[in-house]
């Protein structure tokens, strides 16, 4: 049975740094950071082509995480991090990964396309 774990969130104030980590027993083509809210819908933050192939490494993230966040694996059975810079309070959620397939030959940011979630790890941000 396929597993994720998520580490490393915790409670910081605007403009701080956190590392989240996500540990997988197997990892699929693609992994990707998804958020939540209290009150509001999942989002995504961002994807990685985790699979041992050319394209390995290939990003994508949602324009909330654009310029402040980056995602990274070092080789395909590495972790997955998700380094957040310049934290602000609307990046507050539950923090989630997940893992799946490719669609359309890319690792998009539709939650749909990810077929294997962890538990989260929470992430508070203070003004």
């Known amino acids: 049975e396929e597993q994720l774990v998520e580490s490393g969130g915790g409670s910081v104030q605007a403009g701080g740094s956190l590392k989240l980590s996500c540990e997988a027993s197997r990892y699929n083509y693609c992994l990707g950071w998804f958020r939540q809210a209290p009150g509001k819908e999942r989002e995504a933050v961002a994807t990685i082509y985790t699979s041992r192939e050319a394209a390995h490494g290939t990003t994508f993230y949602a324009s909330s995480a654009q310029g402040r966040f980056t995602v990274s694996q070092e080789n395909a059975k590495s972790p997955v991090y998700l380094q957040m810079t310049s934290l602000k309070p609307e990046d507050t959620g539950m923090y989630y990964c997940?893992?799946?397939?490719?669609?359309?030959?890319?690792?998009?940011?539709?939650?749909?396309?990810?077929?294997?979630w962890g538990r989260g790890t929470q992430v508070t941000v203070s003004s």
């Open positions: 997940a893992t799946g397939g490719l669609l359309n030959g890319a690792c998009g940011l539709g939650s749909t396309q990810y077929r294997v």
